[in-house]
Nanobody
Framework: QVQLQESGPGLVKPSQTLSLTCTVS??????????WSWIRQPPGKGLEWMGA???????YYSPSLKSRTSISRDTSKNQFTLQLSSVTPEDTAVYYC???????????????????WGQGTQVTVSS
């Protein structure tokens, strides 16, 4: 059974870079027809897809966040990471990592489009 677990600091200061790691167990992030995404939910708002990395390492980003977002992976640790630069209080949210099976990389925020979800981690941007 594939499981995902987010980790990283819960508090980040404005203008700093937010860094989160998703550790995947029970399956390989390089397995064919899998993609891995970061999705967030600000308080009182809906889910927002931020970006994804395919099993081959190709990255995809939300146009609205592309200039500040970077997704990478460490295949030896079966992890993928999110970096979001120049954060502001508007970046306060619960951040989720998620995995999807399929020939097409999932680039949506629709929960049912994903097969696996982490439990989510609260990140607050505040001085």
């Amino acid at each position: 059974q594939v499981q995902l677990q987010e980790s990283g600091p819960g508090l980040v200061k404005p203008s700093q870079t937010l860094s989160l790691t998703c550790t995947v167990s029970g399956g390989s992030i390089t397995a064919n027809y899998y993609s891995w995404s970061w999705i967030r939910q600000p308080p009182g708002k809906g889910l927002e897809w931020m970006g994804a990395i395919s099993n081959s390492g190709t990255t995809y980003y939300s146009p609205s966040l592309k200039s500040r977002t970077s997704i990478s992976r460490d295949t030896s640790k079966n992890q993928f990471t999110l970096q979001l630069s120049s954060v502001t209080p508007e970046d306060t949210a619960v951040y989720y990592c998620a995995g999807a099976k399929g020939r097409i990389v999932a680039v949506t925020s629709k929960r049912s489009d994903y097969d696996y979800w982490g439990q989510g981690t609260q990140v607050t941007v505040s001085s």
